[in-house]
Each structure stands twice: as C-alpha cells, then as structure tokens.
C-alpha cells in the first residue's frame, strides 16, 4: 500500500508562485509514472503535469511554460512548481501515481489533495 500525501497549497496573488510536494511512504517516485492533477468546484479533474520512470516530461497547455514536475529520488517526494499564477489555477490539486513507469496507465494511488487559491 503506497501513501502520497501533497502539502504546499495556499493562497496567493495572481503573477505569484508556489511549490507543491508529494511525499510517499514507499519507495515509488523515480519507478513509476506519477502525476500531479486538479479539480476545480464544478469542473472535471484534469492531468496539469506527468513524469515518468525516464525524467520525460508532460504538461497541459495551459500551465506550459509555468509549471514545472520534478522529483527527489532520496527523499522519495514528487513536486509541482507554480509560478506566475493564474485565478484559473485555482483548485484542489492532487499527486497521484500510475501502475506503470510508462506514460499511459491507470492510476492506482491518489494523495488527499492541497488547495491552491489564486486571489
């Protein structure tokens, strides 16, 4: 059984910036596929960023350019980092691992979520 659990969530100014984390309690983020995910109130949860097992990297266009995945192998811990914030960035945002090391699996882990708020 793996555990993400994200923190980093806030509240900030539009043009402002923030660093999301997703520790997870087993040995999981350089060997599989993992994603960072938000859900706005009444919208449909939506991929923002995906790394898999090789460093390759995939974004939505709507935060290309001012988001960026990486992740810390030691410490076991998936990050997101916003910048130039928009209010339409505003939402729950979630990591989440994949069953495989590869883009284009299934999820079978998902953290609680942290809010992030552009105001």
């Known amino acids: 059984h793996v555990q993400l659990v994200e923190s980093g969530g806030g509240l900030v100014q539009p043009g402002g910036s923030l660093r999301l984390s997703c520790a997870a309690s087993v040995d999981t983020i350089g060997r599989y596929c993992m994603g960072w995910f938000r859900q706005a109130p009444g919208k449909e949860r939506e991929g923002v960023a995906g790394?898999?097992?090789?460093?390759?990297?995939i974004y939505a266009d709507s935060v290309k350019g001012r988001f960026t995945i990486s992740r810390d192998n030691a410490q076991n811990t998936l990050y997101l980092k916003l910048n130039s914030l928009k209010i339409e960035d505003t939402a729950m945002y979630y990591c989440?691992?994949?069953?495989?090391?590869?883009?284009?699996?299934?999820?079978?882990?998902w953290g609680q979520g942290t809010q992030v708020t552009v105001s």
């Open positions: 790394l898999d097992s090789t460093g390759t990297t």
């Open positions: 989440a691992k994949d069953l495989d090391s590869a883009f284009g699996g299934n999820r079978d882990y």
